[in-house]
T-cell receptor, first 116, second 116 residues
Framework: GAVVSQHPSWVICKSGTSVKIECRSL??????MFWYRQFPKQSLMLMAT?????????EQGVEKDKFLINHASLTLSTLTVTSAHPEDSSFYIC????????????FGDGTRLSIL | AQSVAQPEDQVNVAEGNPLTVKCTYS??????LFWYVQYPNRGLQFLLK??????LVKGSYGFEAEFNKSQTSFHLKKPSALVSDSALYFC??????????????FGTGTLLAVQP
């Protein structure tokens, strides 16, 4: 149980294009999902907290106009990297938490984004 | 400030030997602690958690962790390491100011290398 699916797993695109990443909780409802960015050999950096039916909460230093987050349902959140540039190349990971306190976050398998 | 420390960037152990991956924390109130494992190009997998109760917590794949309040530690252990345990391990604590979101604060990660 508690499976999180993230799609696509790998994206290569040209500079200036926008890329959408989907995160789905397959067997549970998630009022909150999280989006992380991970650089090689480093820890996860929380980008934003995605709240179902409301605006995302962004961490300090993360451009909300650059990284658009939509959480339209209890099982789906999307991250759109707008006008992507090479410096946006990274490993993006989402997670979701089942309802209830003290539940662990369950993670997707990540999306490797490469901007040429 | 709330924080999690993993003092070792890498731990090397021979297959069949016991392993320990260290984690210490600094957090207000009662800590809710988690361990995750990450294999290359994958998301994080939940191993175990401590919320309350018995200080020795047993988790997936034969791992366990011991909560020590006086030393503010939550070290991950396994009696007999396998080569397949080689991966990146993250300790995390629930952010006490994250409200109902179960937001986590992650350590920097420890790379476990098990030699055959």
């Amino acid at each position: 149980g508690a499976v999180v699916s993230q799609h696509p797993s790998w994206v290569i695109c040209k500079s200036g294009t926008s890329v959408k990443i989907e995160c789905r909780s397959l067997d549970f409802q998630a009022t909150t999902m999280f989006w992380y960015r991970q650089f090689p050999k480093q820890s996860l950096m929380l980008m934003a907290t995605s709240n179902e039916g409301s605006k995302a909460t962004y961490e300090q230093g993360v451009e909300k106009d650059k990284f658009l987050i939509n959480h339209a349902s209890l099982t789906l959140s999307t991250l759109t990297v707008t006008s992507a540039h090479p410096e946006d190349s990274s490993f993006y990971i989402c997670s979701a938490t089942p309802r209830g306190t003290n539940q662990p976050q369950h993670f997707g398998d990540g999306t490797r984004l490469s901007i040429l | 400030a709330q924080s999690v420390a993993q003092p070792e960037d890498q731990v090397n152990v021979a297959e069949g030997n016991p392993l320990t991956v260290k984690c210490t924390y600094s957090v207000s109130g009662n800590p809710y602690l988690f361990w995750y494992v990450q294999y290359p190009n994958r998301g994080l997998q939940f191993l175990l958690k401590y919320i309350t109760g018995d200080n020795l917590v047993k988790g997936s794949y034969g791992f366990e962790a011991e909560f020590n309040k006086s030393q503010t530690s939550f070290h991950l252990k396994k009696p007999s390491a396998l080569v397949s345990d080689s991966a990146l391990y993250f300790c995390a604590v629930r952010d006490p100011y994250g409200g109902a979101t179960n937001k986590l604060i992650f350590g920097t990660g420890t790379l476990l290398a098990v030699q055959p």
